[in-house]
């Protein structure tokens, strides 16, 4: 039995990255998805990718004008709207606010709220009626950026516990009729871009956030409970049983956190368990089952 058979959902932003991870696991799950996105060739590739079970739309989250046509294109290609996954966003790559230049903050703020909260807002108003319909459910991309500092700058930290407000009060209001949850990923290897206010590369293109080389990997699975720099489809499981109505049934304002543990992370080390196997398995007197063994390894604090 598929977890999304029969159900439509709408994913924005899911031309790339973990939007467009959902896109793909939806999919493959049974639902008829209608993707946005800014970046029309990466809406062609999705296209591409998957027939007759997706339509695709140029929109832009922070117009609500763009939002209800997205809403409109998706009921009049399938019929109906159940999911409506609100996830396109922007990052700030740490900048931290002495470091923004004065003439660029308010373009900064302006353009990582846009996305990142007026987006989410947008997008729920237009999908409302259609999802009162449907008894339907509003899934939302947040972030470990909801909840701790420093795993972004003061524009997109701040942003994403907006976004969590958002959530909260949306499940809130809507409850019992139309269910609100979120999932937070953790660092993950995507697309995600800057906005132009807080600077261009060479050639004057966005600056990308999350670059796919190796150091990047290596300082995430550093600071990573469970050491990995994600994919964008370790998320996407999550998204499913969000979206889903028979499994997600008594799920409303929940956050589904997959940051590879970041609330667990230790104040000695960040994780407990790197040589758990040869203290567990291993054979040693190393103490394997024991509460009393000494704490190995770490730095004192
Ligand atoms: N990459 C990470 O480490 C990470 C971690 C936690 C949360 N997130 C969140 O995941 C979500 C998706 O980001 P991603 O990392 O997959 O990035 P991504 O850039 O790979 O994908 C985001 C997509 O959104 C689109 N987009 C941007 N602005 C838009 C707009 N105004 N209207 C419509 N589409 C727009 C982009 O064209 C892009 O295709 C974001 O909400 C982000 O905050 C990302």
Not at 103 to 126: C, H, Q, R, S, T
Not at 168 to 188: K, S
Not at 271 to 290: H, I, K, M, P, Y
Request: glycine share 12%; hydrophobic share 45%; aromatic share 4%.
């Amino acid at each position: 039995m598929l977890w999304l058979e029969g159900e439509v959902a709408l994913v924005t932003g899911g031309g790339s990255g973990i939007g467009r991870a959902v896109v793909d696991r939806y999919v493959a799950e049974g639902a008829r998805v209608c993707v946005t996105d800014l970046n029309a060739e990466r809406l062609a590739e999705v296209a591409a990718a998957h027939g007759d079970a997706v339509t695709t739309l140029v929109a832009d989250v922070r117009s609500l004008a763009d939002n209800k046509a997205a809403v409109a294109h998706a009921v009049q290609t399938f019929g109906r709207l159940d999911v409506f996954v609100a996830n396109a966003g922007l990052s700030d790559m740490f900048r931290d606010l002495a470091n923004i230049p004065e003439e660029n903050v308010e373009a900064a703020y302006d353009a990582v709220y846009d996305v990142n909260v007026k987006g989410v807002i947008l997008g729920a108003k237009a999908a409302l009626p259609a999802l009162v319909e449907s008894n339907g459910t509003l899934v939302v991309t947040l972030s470990n950026s909801s909840f701790w500092p420093d795993g972004g700058g003061i524009m997109y930290i701040s942003s994403k516990h907006a976004a969590l407000g958002v959530v909260r009060q949306l499940a809130h209001e809507w409850a019992p009729a139309v269910r609100v949850n979120a999932v937070a990923p953790g660092a993950t290897r995507t697309n995600i871009t800057l906005p132009e206010a807080l600077g261009t590369d060479a050639d004057g293109r966005p600056l990308r956030a999350h670059a796919h080389e190796s150091n990047t990997d290596r300082e995430v699975e550093r600071v990573v409970p469970l050491a990995k720099h994600a994919d964008p489809a370790d998320h996407a499981a999550a998204f499913v049983l969000a979206g889903s109505r028979a499994n997600g049934a008594i799920m409303t304002g929940s956050v589904i956190e997959t940051d590879g543990g970041l609330g667990i992370r230790g104040m000695r080390r960040v994780r407990g368990g790197d040589d758990l196997r040869e203290r567990v398995l291993g054979g040693g007197a190393a103490a394997a089952g024991s509460s009393l063994a000494a704490p190995t390894g770490g730095i004192d604090g």
